[in-house]
């Protein structure tokens, strides 16, 4: 992904518009729009803010590849090996209709993926209203957590368009689902705060 892609995935995974982003930097709307049309780049001071507000890092917004976030120095990053194990999981698990597990909890819906020294878990508790967290251990350390939330806005709601969705996720956003999706009548949107390094 280049930087104007990057942007505009990060802004909608918050749900802000570009006023409301240009409001957050003072800057203008439009220096926004021609940020993510690719027209123009921010300076340094605008680049530090963007890291601060999306708690991301510099070298990820400006570095043309896929998912650069790192938490460690080294080239080897064990990131985006984590990153492809979850997305993985999360495509063998409740996603992919399989891997369901004993509850953990009163009351709760589990995953648990394992390959390697990885291990997944995944556990839920609700229904149309939901919470719930998943995690990544390698070799039986947490490496990783997300907890998320979420609700049907619609009666007419379609698990196995949620599953779609959450089968969409990519290693740029690799969370529960991509920022935005769509298929069909059926609309999915994710909003993050954090990321991969913030564990």
């Given at each position: 992904?280049?930087?104007?892609?990057?942007?505009?995935?990060?802004r909608?995974?918050?749900g802000?518009?570009?006023?409301e982003?240009?409001?957050?930097?003072?800057?203008?709307?439009?220096?926004?729009?021609?940020?993510?049309?690719?027209?123009?780049y921010p300076?340094?001071?605008?680049?530090?803010?963007?890291?601060?507000?999306?708690?991301?890092?510099?070298?990820?917004?400006?570095?043309?590849?896929?998912?650069?976030?790192?938490v460690?120095?080294?080239e080897?990053t064990d990131?985006?090996?984590?990153i492809?194990?979850r997305?993985?999981?999360?495509r063998?698990?409740y996603?992919?209709?399989?891997n369901?597990?004993?509850p953990?909890?009163?009351d709760?819906?589990?995953?648990?993926?394992?390959?390697?020294?990885?291990?997944y878990?995944?556990?839920?508790v609700g229904?149309?209203?939901f919470?719930?967290?998943?995690?990544?251990?390698?070799?039986?350390?947490a490496?990783?957590?997300?907890?998320y939330a979420?609700?049907?806005?619609?009666?007419?709601?379609?698990?196995?368009?949620?599953?779609?969705?959450?089968?969409?996720a990519?290693?740029?956003?690799?969370?529960?689902?991509?920022?935005?999706?769509?298929?069909g009548?059926?609309?999915?949107?994710?909003?993050?705060?954090?990321?991969i390094?913030?564990?």
């Amino acid at each position: 992904m280049i930087f104007s892609e990057k942007l505009q995935v990060l802004r909608k995974s918050r749900g802000y518009t570009q006023e409301e982003l240009a409001e957050k930097l003072n800057v203008s709307r439009q220096a926004v729009a021609k940020w993510e049309a690719g027209q123009a780049y921010p300076d340094i001071l605008n680049l530090i803010q963007l890291s601060e507000l999306f708690h991301i890092t510099v070298d990820y917004l400006v570095k043309d590849r896929e998912c650069s976030v790192s938490v460690t120095d080294r080239e080897d990053t064990d990131t985006e090996e984590m990153i492809n194990f979850r997305l993985e999981a999360n495509r063998n698990t409740y996603a992919g209709f399989s891997n369901a597990c004993e509850p953990t909890r009163l009351d709760s819906h589990d995953y648990r993926y394992e390959k390697g020294d990885y291990v997944y878990h995944d556990t839920y508790v609700g229904g149309e209203q939901f919470a719930g967290e998943e995690a990544v251990w390698k070799g039986g350390k947490a490496i990783y957590a997300m907890n998320y939330a979420g609700r049907v806005l619609d009666e007419h709601f379609s698990g196995n368009f949620l599953k779609e969705a959450l089968r969409a996720a990519t290693p740029d956003f690799p969370y529960r689902g991509p920022a935005f999706f769509q298929s069909g009548e059926y609309t999915y949107s994710a909003k993050v705060t954090g990321g991969i390094q913030w564990f």
